[in-house]
């Protein structure tokens, strides 16, 4: 019984085990995104379609959306009535 319950959790975790093949086209698929989202963006700031600088443009851009999304944000206010002072960090 025991060893019947181990082999179905093996399986059950190695089920979830992603192959090369999958892991290069989710990989594939997240850098097209990040040119559909970012690629007008750097084109717009004069950079020219299909060379490096233009590649750097929207990795610098995600690297940025990324660190924005996860940094912890804390605001503290102090003061009184009408006159407050907040710092967000």
Do not use: K
């Amino acid at each position: 019984m025991r060893y019947g319950v181990l082999i179905l959790v093996l399986l059950a975790g190695l089920s979830g085990c992603a192959t090369p093949a999958e892991r290069a086209a989710r990989v594939q698929q997240e850098v097209e995104q990040m040119i559909q989202l970012y690629g007008p963006a750097c084109d717009r700031l004069g950079f020219t379609r299909d060379t490096d600088p233009w590649r750097e443009c929207i990795l610098r851009l995600n690297a940025h959306d990324d660190a924005y999304r996860t940094r912890p944000l804390n605001t503290t206010c102090i003061g009184s009535r009408g006159f407050y002072s907040c710092t967000s960090y």
